[in-house]
């Protein structure tokens, strides 16, 4: 006795592959757009023009009035004052708004977080001169600022 083997109607295929192809069109919509949580979610740092630097004994000093105004914390994992060299410490000194953390040279500000952050480098600043800076995060972020040194 032979069966005959049916496949499915092919308007019922049709049905399911528009219906799979919502699926994955709206999973990736999502997920650029941010709509799934932290996947999306952007570090964007903001240095305010109060900032600048300072000789300090033999080591030059760099203040930074910083804000975090993305939505994952920005981790900096290392810091250049271009012409002097890279910090052997930081230290938050006032902390306006959020939370903002230091360990050795490496500082984590929390999403909206705002304040002072000092970073000390062995090396020596002229009163009066701009000297660039270099910010880099654990995020692959790279933002450049200029900073006057004062008196």
């Known amino acids: 006795m032979k069966t005959r083997m049916r496949g499915i109607e092919p308007i019922i295929a049709v049905v399911i592959l528009v219906a799979v192809t919502l699926v994955i069109a709206i999973g990736v919509i999502g997920w650029i757009m941010g709509w799934w949580g932290t996947m999306g ?9 109060d900032s600048y630097a300072i000789q300090s004994d033999n080591n030059a000093v ?6 975090n ?5 920005a981790v900096i994992y290392k ?8 910090p052997t410490s930081a230290m938050v000194s006032t902390t306006l708004a959020g939370t903002i953390t230091t360990s050795g040279a490496e500082v984590t500000i929390n ?3 705002e304040g002072y952050i000092n970073f000390i480098i062995s090396g020596t600043v002229t009163a009066g001169t ?3 800076i270099k910010v880099y995060t654990r995020a692959g972020n790279v ?5 006057q040194a004062k008196a």
Do not use: D, R
């Open 62 to 67: 760099v203040v930074l009035h910083i804000k």
């Open 79 to 86: 810091f250049e004052l271009l012409g002097v060299g890279t």
């Open 130 to 132: 701009n000297y660039q």
């Open 69 to 73: 105004t993305g939505s994952a914390p």
């Open 41 to 49: 979610a952007t570090e964007s740092l903001q240095l305010y023009p």
């Open 111 to 113: 999403p909206g977080a």
């Open 143 to 147: 933002y450049t600022w200029t900073v």
